[in-house]
Structures are given as C-alpha cells and as structure tokens.
C-alpha cells in the first residue's frame, strides 16, 4: 500500500493552522497513524486509528479521515512542533510510511 | 517508564553481517509485537520487520526479505536483528519500536528507542 503525503514541506508562523493530508492507495478503513519527528530524535505517536489522540499530546493536534483519505490538523501552531511529519498505515503488512512533511518557521 | 534500547551498530563492508539487539524495560516484553524501522540519512521511514509476542509471526519488507531475520528472548526483554548480505542501500539509523497493546493495534508504534547507526561501506 502506497503512502502519499502532502505538501512535502510547509512553510508557516506561530498560531497558524496547518494541516497535511495523506492519501493510500487502497482502502485502509481508519488503521492510520501520524507520527512527529524532529531532527536527531526517533518519532513520536500523535494520532492512532486516524483519530485518536494518544496519551500526553497536545489537543491542538487532530486526525481525521477513512478509507483513503486522511488529515492531521494542528489548530495553532506552536514553536516546538516544528518538525517533520509522517503518516503510516497499520492496515496490512508491508507497513508503510508517508514521504514525510517538513513543517518550518516562516 | 517504558525503554527500548538498540545497540550493534555500526561499520559492516558490503556482503557482510551484523546483529542488532534491542533491550526492553519498563513493561511486559512478552505482551507485546515488536518491530524494527530504519531512516537512511536524509531520508524518510522504512518499515523493517515485526515479530510478534511468542515469536511465532514475522514479517519482513521487501527489501529485506531473505536477507535479514528477527528473532526475541522473552527471557532476556530483548529482540534482535540478525542483518547478512549488506548492501550500501541497507545503511540507515535502525530503530526497534513498541507495537500498542492488543491485536488491532500491534502495529502502531507508541514507543521507540533511540536507534543504532548500521553503515555499510568498505
């Protein structure tokens, strides 16, 4: 299953609101996850079955979508989720990733 | 507080082998699907390979397939990444990840280490 994310990267202030899209290739219902990378470091789960907060993330960050479209929202940005973003779908194995969105400072 | 900890990496030469390990703490090892995922320099996640509680499933990406094997020691809390026939394309940062709890959820990734270093050069 092929992950396709957009923008690839962003450009974008303190408060703004950004979201990113990605896009399967197949159905893969709500098995999608969103993850929060940042320069040096492993990533971290934001987001699990497309909607699901997880545990300790902040609520301006939301998922949404089904079957082969999905969003994740940050409703105000803030400096420290300047990072790169990617999605991943927990539908079937090959588990697979989205390219990547690279989200920076204007 | 729930730790994984990769270690084994580092210079292999193109056909050779390495192993990586995996060191788990915090949480009941044996409750859970592991898996491994790379990032070459640069570049985005690669989805490696997944073992699951007993060690009775694995999975391997394409890329990988024939090449590298997974295995665990429930026993020890570790997991491990047995890597032969290595190419340049194999050189990446390796991380061992937490799969969430349940079966619907094995493959969601709450909890990575820090990740180990594989080069592949001669």
């Known amino acids: 299953i092929q992950m396709t994310q957009s923008p690839s990267s962003l450009s974008a202030s303190v408060g703004d609101r950004v979201t990113i899209t990605c896009r399967s290739s197949q159905t893969i219902t709500t098995y999608l996850n969103w993850y929060q990378q940042k320069p040096g470091k492993a990533p971290k789960l934001l987001i699990y079955?497309?909607?699901s907060l997880q545990s300790g993330v902040p609520s301006r960050f939301s998922g949404s979508g089904s079957g082969t479209d999905f969003t994740l929202t940050i409703s105000s940005l803030q400096r420290e989720d300047f990072a790169t973003y990617y999605c991943q779908q927990s539908y079937s194995t090959p588990l697979t990733f989205g390219g990547g969105t690279k989200v920076e400072i204007k | 507080e729930v730790q994984l900890v990769e270690s084994g990496g580092g210079v292999a030469q193109p056909g050779g082998s390495l192993r990586l390990s995996c060191a788990a703490s915090?949480?009941?090892?044996?409750?859970?699907?592991i898996h491994w995922v790379r990032q070459a320099p640069g570049k985005g996640l690669e989805w490696v390979s997944l073992i699951n509680w007993d060690g009775g499933d694995t999975h391997y990406a394409d890329s990988v397939q024939g090449r590298f094997t997974v295995s665990r020691d429930n026993s020890k809390n570790s997991l491990y990444l047995q890597m032969s026939s290595l190419t340049s394309a194999d050189t990446a940062v390796y991380y061992c990840?937490?799969?969430?709890?349940?079966?619907?959820?094995?493959?969601?990734?709450?909890?990575w280490g820090q990740g180990t270093l594989v080069t592949v050069s001669s």
């Open positions: 990840a937490r799969g969430m709890e349940g079966a619907a959820a094995a493959d969601d990734l709450d909890h």
């Open positions: 915090g949480f009941t090892f044996d409750d859970y699907t």
């Open positions: 079955a497309a909607s």
